[in-house]
């Protein structure tokens, strides 16, 4: 497949605590996303992080990649309620013949009060 | 939030009718696209637009066809929807392609044919 597979599918924590993503690939990449979901509701892009780049920071999220792993993680410090939704990773992928965005299948992510 | 207006937000239909659903954007971006959700296959890409009257194929674009005459609008049409098109819908825009920038999306159309 080409799609990232996020790791864990789900993930249940306490507020205030830290929560951790990972999204593997089997492909070289030129940049690495990640998007949030609110149910209901479309998906918001977070970061952006380009092959040549190890980590991003914006705000209480931290992207790192380590592209000799084909992995990248997503970080969220001190999580908050609002927190809670589906994170997904995206790279660019052939398909088709041109090169498109090719989602994961995310991981849920609930932060309980 | 990038102008992103997908209508309508629900439907509900019978198999065999043809369903229209529509994407407006208001930021002016080349690019638009149409995916759809499902349990168990995360987000798939139906077809997509780079330009007025330009549009392309995705991963699943099977019983779909699409237009776009104006830079704001793009049209996802099922001539005859079949319950395995029982989904949630997504627009998305760009300003450019091939996954180098990104997407921005609308809020949904969860379409559930019978």
């Known amino acids: 497949s080409q799609q990232g597979e996020e790791d864990p599918q789900a993930l249940s924590i306490q507020e205030g605590e830290n929560a951790t993503m990972n999204c593997s690939y089997k492909?070289?990449?030129?940049?690495l996303q990640w998007y949030r979901q609110n149910s209901g509701r479309g998906l918001v892009h977070l970061i952006l992080?380009?092959?040549?780049?190890r980590e991003k920071h914006s705000g209480r999220l931290r992207v790192t990649l380590d592209t000799s792993k084909k992995s990248s993680s997503l970080l969220i410090t001190a999580s908050r309620a609002a927190d809670t939704a589906s994170y997904f990773c995206a790279r660019r992928a052939t398909q088709g013949g041109s090169e498109k965005l090719v989602f994961g299948k995310g991981t849920k992510l609930t932060v309980n009060p | 939030d990038a102008g992103i207006t997908q209508s309508p937000r629900h439907k509900v239909t019978e198999t065999g009718t043809p369903v229209t659903l529509r994407c407006h954007q208001t930021?002016?971006?080349?690019?638009m696209y149409w995916y759809r959700q499902d349990p168990g296959h995360g987000l798939r890409l139906i077809h997509y637009s780079y330009g007025v009257k330009d549009t392309d194929k995705g991963e699943v674009s099977d019983g779909y066809s699409v237009s776009r005459s104006k830079t704001e609008d793009f049209l996802l049409t099922l001539e005859s929807a079949t319950s395995s098109q029982t989904s949630v819908y997504f627009c998305?825009?760009?300003?450019?392609?091939?996954?180098?920038?990104?997407?921005?999306f609308g809020d949904g159309t969860r379409l559930s044919i019978l």
């Open positions: 998305a825009i760009s300003e450019s392609g091939g996954g180098r920038e990104p997407q921005h």
């Open positions: 930021e002016n971006h080349r690019y």
């Open positions: 992080i380009r092959s040549n780049e």
């Open positions: 492909t070289s990449i030129n940049n």
